[in-house]
């Protein structure tokens, strides 16, 4: 979010539409869209940053991204490079000193909170938002032959037995983090009875779960729902309003009696050095993926919910969603 550069950028993007129309003119930089969206004049190759280890909703989302993005021939070509650690402000602090304006990064709720609980230099302020692209809710989980056999179980035993519990998940601070927080507060158990051991990657805390490491886990739902299926994992609630549609059986949180509803975005920020011109393309780049019918069906196969915003209304939901994250990490702990 370039701070010096928001009134411009939201004033620009809320047409965006037509700018983009008149921009493309006036530089004649690209060449007028054919229906098969040819990238000819335009983003002939495209970075995308994933701030985290191969193997989990990051990752997945930038590779479906650079799959589509091709096949609908929106752009040249474009690759993926995984900058993996703490909640995706190492990916974060990268972009910060990127110097390729055909750069986005994939991003989302998991590092909104990282930042804050890593206290980062690098922040999400000081990037250019894109879009948000899809949400998900999350599941938590116990290996097979866990004793739990319902959410209370877990929480019954971590009560008892404090920090003698494990939980693992994604990077501090991030929505695996937060929901397993926030879950206890409302159980009345203390913060620091929270035994939460990080990965940055979703399949080093699978890894862990099949080992048999740590007793419980949280993910979003997609990254464990073939384990769940497998009968390698047993699912206790997911924390969306409703079931997810991969694991119906599954009772949310609220049908437990415990009134937690969390579902983790994510979405695409550009580097914060970028002009007004480069972001009203990439926007541009980004909504036009949206609309087509590959990336339909990546959200339909990936069980992803549709949750895009683009230009401004991404801003500001940016903004709004910082101060909450703030306000819960501090509320359950955690800052």
């Keep these: 979010m370039k701070i010096d550069s928001t009134t411009a950028r939201r004033s620009t993007l809320t047409s965006l539409a037509l700018v983009s129309a008149l921009a493309l003119t006036a ?30 909703g990051w990752d997945q989302t ?75 809710p999350l599941v938590i989980v116990v290996p097979a032959e866990s004793p739990y056999q319902t959410t209370q179980d877990l929480l019954d035993d971590i009560e008892a037995n404090g920090q003698g519990v494990s939980i693992t998940g994604g990077s501090a601070g991030g929505a695996d983090h937060i929901l397993a927080g926030m879950v206890l507060k409302e159980a009345g158990i203390a913060p620091d009875s929270l035994n939460y051991i990080p990965y ?20 979003g739902v997609g990254e464990y729902a073939e384990q769940i299926k497998a009968g390698q994992l047993r699912a206790l609630a997911v924390s969306g309003s409703e079931a997810a549609p991969q694991i119906p059986e599954v009772e949310t949180l609220s049908d437990q009696g415990i009134d937690v509803v ?10 914060g050095s970028i002009d007004e011109a480069k972001a009203e393309e990439l926007t541009e780049l980004v909504t036009e993926l949206h609309e087509t019918d590959a990336w339909k069906a990546t959200l339909e196969q990936n069980n992803w919910g549709d949750a895009f915003l683009a230009g ?16 819960t990490l501090t509320e359950i702990g955690l800052l």
């Design 200 to 219: 940055s990657g979703g399949g080093e805390s699978l890894a862990a779960l099949l080992g048999n490491k740590v007793n419980a886990g949280i993910s």
């Design 27 to 56: 530089c004649g930089s690209m060449t007028e869209s054919t229906e098969a969206g040819s990238a000819e004049g335009g983003i002939e190759k495209l970075n995308i940053v994933v701030p985290a280890d191969p193997g989990g």
């Design 62 to 136: 930038g590779r479906a991204m650079e799959k589509d993005l091709k096949d609908t021939e929106l752009v040249g070509s474009a690759s993926v490079v995984n900058v993996g650690g703490a909640g995706g402000t190492n990916g974060l602090a990268q972009l910060a000193t990127e110097t390729d304006p055909n750069t986005l990064m994939v991003m989302g709720y998991v590092m909104v909170g990282a930042v804050e609980t890593n206290n980062a230099a690098s922040r999400i302020e000081d990037t250019t938002p894109i879009a948000r692209l899809t949400d998900e």
């Design 312 to 327: 401004d209304e991404f801003d500001a939901f940016l903004d709004e969603d910082i101060t909450t994250v703030k306000q």
């Design 262 to 271: 969390l579902t983790n975005w994510r979405g695409v920020v550009a580097p």
